[in-house]
């Protein structure tokens, strides 16, 4: 479904943010992303969602193909016509709009009846929002903005979502909820998933294949068992053995992953 081959993705023509990436997404498949601090994980999400431009970035090599069409340098109208919906980090949506108005925005490629219906299923998904439906987006929590933008990106109707650090800020107990919201909608839907995160526990609880990310290179690629078996990918991303700052820096130093 989505597929990416060596992609090197540069900002202002010099900072290098992917060096040669390569990963696919299967039909119905949900594999995560993961990867420290500027690793290259938003870089790689814009870049698949023909967001790079608007961040001062471009693909400088490589390709990204999603549904056998070439998008590698598509715009983002096009991506998401062809059903490619990036939730992106940050919690973007119009926080002076409610709920409401930020649904009707997200729709607004669905007709009349079909746009309604889907509201209207977005809040029976999430009765929290439809208790807020017409306060300020900037006023609710984050948990409940990330179901926002989580019906939002329903909305548009899509057939891969790319969601970029749902977890972010959130407490451990919405942390949870919110992945488990996106693996009912992933089942329910049939969608396939691309689940960029920096909390490895919480994106492995419903992926079937990891991707590890460091400094613009995948440096680990394997199913959900194999990485909950690599005894790197649990020291560094899940903290499975207590590793303290020297100890791991030192480990780095004495293995470099290509
Ligand atoms: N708009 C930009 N202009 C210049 N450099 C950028 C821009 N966006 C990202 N970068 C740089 O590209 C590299 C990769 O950043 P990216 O945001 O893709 O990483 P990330 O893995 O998503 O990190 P985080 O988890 O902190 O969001 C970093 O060195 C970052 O400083």
């Known amino acids: 479904m989505l597929l990416v081959e060596n992609l090197k993705v540069v900002y202002r023509g010099v900072i290098l943010a992917l060096q040669g990436v390569s990963l696919r997404v299967g039909e119905k498949e949900a594999v995560a992303l993961l990867g420290p601090n500027g690793a290259g994980k938003s870089s790689l999400v814009r870049a698949v969602a023909g967001l790079l431009p608007k961040f001062e970035g471009r693909v400088l090599d490589g390709h990204i193909q999603f549904l056998d069409q070439d998008t590698t340098h598509a715009p983002p109208e096009r991506v998401s016509a062809l059903g490619l919906t990036a939730v992106l980090e940050g919690r973007p949506l119009f926080r002076y709009l409610t709920p409401v108005e930020n649904l009707l925005a997200a729709g607004h490629r669905l007709k009349g009846r079909e746009l309604k219906e889907g509201i209207e299923e977005v809040f029976a998904r999430f009765p929290r929002l439809y208790e807020r439906r017409n306060e300020q987006a900037g006023y609710l929590s984050g948990g409940e903005q990330q179901m926002l933008l989580l019906g939002m990106a329903l909305l548009t109707r899509p057939r891969l979502l790319v969601v970029d650090e749902p977890s972010l800020g959130l407490a451990p107990k919405l942390v949870e909820e919110v992945m488990r919201t996106l693996d009912g909608l992933r089942r329910e839907k049939g969608l396939s998933l691309l689940l960029v995160e920096q909390n490895a526990r919480a994106a492995l609880s419903l992926v079937e294949r990891v991707y590890v990310l460091e400094q613009g290179r995948v440096v680990f690629e394997g199913s959900r068992e194999e990485a909950e078996k ?5 020291e560094f991303y899940l903290g ?6 020297r100890q791991a820096k030192r480990y780095r130093r ?5």
Request: no cysteine; hydrophobic share 45%; glycine share 6%.
């Open 230 to 234: 690599d005894q790197d990918v649990m």
């Open 240 to 245: 499975k053995e207590v590793v303290g700052f």
């Open 254 to 258: 004495r293995k470099r992953w290509v």
